[in-house]
């Protein structure tokens, strides 16, 4: 057997990366179908652990996408024109105001080192999307956390007190990930009020198509001061695989700004083109977001009958506080099938994306047992 030396030389060599990638815990993401094949020993999973929308795209997407697919040589359109110009129709706003990027966690690493310089402020309210403070720390912020009250809502009022401090820049998600807690227009109208115009506020905006509750560019344009409002097409338009997110921004300018270090080609023309025939098929989206929704309520019905404390999820997922703790609890789901999110959530919190009716039978079939502490 080969023995491997567990102190190499090299680590008399001193790493060459920056002190502050040390401080960073790489994003921890959902289980894949592959890992829980090898871990259950089966294969017919329900995947409910990344909020994906299992309901699936647009039916037009895969014929867009192959006939995207008749040129793979050509590089894809580096502005996504015709995607910004559809966006920008859809959403009634400048298309140079938009910025198109694989995913909008990709727009919240442009965004993060576009603005932030070594030492500058992020206020944000965790328990929230860890992609904040992995860009935020890479980007040398100091991270300022302000956190959820004991049901989650953001604390608006201690939030205030942070923001009117005058933080480099502000991170408002909603729904939130993972609690699925919403925002009201009148909370973000309250924080922009006392917030100076010094500040950059980025509104996550990911699971916006399941509660569009309240005109967010309005709100903002009131403010007055630089923001980008986050979008994708990885939740209800269901195209995750395929990276596609968006911004609209305050002004053309900083749209321009995020330009200079985007990577030029950084989606794909099948992408664009996916995301394209996707934002064509309103009446697609709008009908798998109002299933997804009654089916929440199902699962919210069926939470509540076994008496197990939940969040007022806005979005396609529930995040509910297991007994038998998170990992227990997704190990027993596991073996029957079920891929879901443990959190580290103190109280042990667990997020279960609302799947297709079937998905949804049989997780409510398999809850008591996998709760029971
Ligand atoms: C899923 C998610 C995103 C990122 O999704 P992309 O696939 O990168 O577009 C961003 N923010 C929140 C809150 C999310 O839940």
């Not at 010094?198 to 967010?216: I, K």
Request: glycine share 6%; net charge negative; with cysteine.
């Amino acid at each position: 057997m080969l023995v491997v030396d567990q102190k190499p030389l090299a680590s008399a060599v001193p790493s060459p990366v920056r002190a502050a990638l040390e401080t960073v815990q790489p994003y921890k993401s959902g289980m894949t179908l592959a890992e829980a094949g090898r871990r259950a020993g089966r294969s017919d999973f329900s995947k409910l652990a990344s909020n994906e929308n299992l309901l699936g795209p647009s039916p037009k997407v895969a014929e867009a996408v192959m006939a995207a697919m008749a040129h793979p040589e050509i590089y894809p359109d580096p502005y996504s024109e015709t995607l910004r110009n559809a966006l920008a129709t859809s959403l009634a706003v400048d298309p140079a105001r938009i910025v198109v990027s694989p995913g909008s966690e990709g727009l919240i690493d442009y965004l993060f080192r576009a603005v932030i310089a070594p030492g500058e402020t992020i206020l944000l309210s965790t328990p929230t999307f860890p992609a904040y403070e992995i860009f935020g720390r890479c980007a040398e912020a100091t991270i300022i956390d302000v956190p959820r009250l004991a049901n989650f809502d953001l604390d608006v009022e201690a939030f205030k007190v942070e923001a009117a401090k005058g933080p480099k820049l502000l991170v408002l998600c909603t729904p939130n990930n993972p609690t699925g807690n919403a925002l009201t227009g009148v909370d973000i109208g309250e924080i922009l009020a006392v917030t100076p115009r010094s500040t950059v506020v980025f509104v996550d905006e990911a699971y916006r198509e399941y509660h569009e509750a309240f005109n967010t560019f309005a709100l903002l344009e009131a403010w007055g001061g630089p923001w980008v409002s986050a979008r994708t097409f990885s939740k209800a338009y269901g195209l995750a695989g395929l990276r596609v997110g968006y911004g609209v921004a305050s002004s053309a300018e900083l749209v321009g700004y995020l330009d200079r270090l985007r990577p030029p080609f950084n989606v794909t023309a099948a992408s664009q083109a996916a995301a394209l025939a996707a934002l064509a098929d309103v009446e697609h989206l709008e009908r798998t977001v109002a299933l997804t929704i009654a089916e929440r309520g199902r699962v919210e019905t069926a939470l509540a009958a076994l008496g197990i404390e939940h969040t007022r999820s806005h979005a396609n997922f529930v995040f509910l506080k297991t007994p038998a703790g998170p990992e227990a609890t997704s190990e027993r789901l596991l073996q029957e099938g079920l891929i879901i999110r443990p959190t580290p959530v103190a109280g042990g919190w667990v997020r279960i994306t609302i799947g297709r009716p079937a998905d949804n039978d049989r997780l409510i079939a398999a809850l008591p047992a996998a709760l029971a502490h």
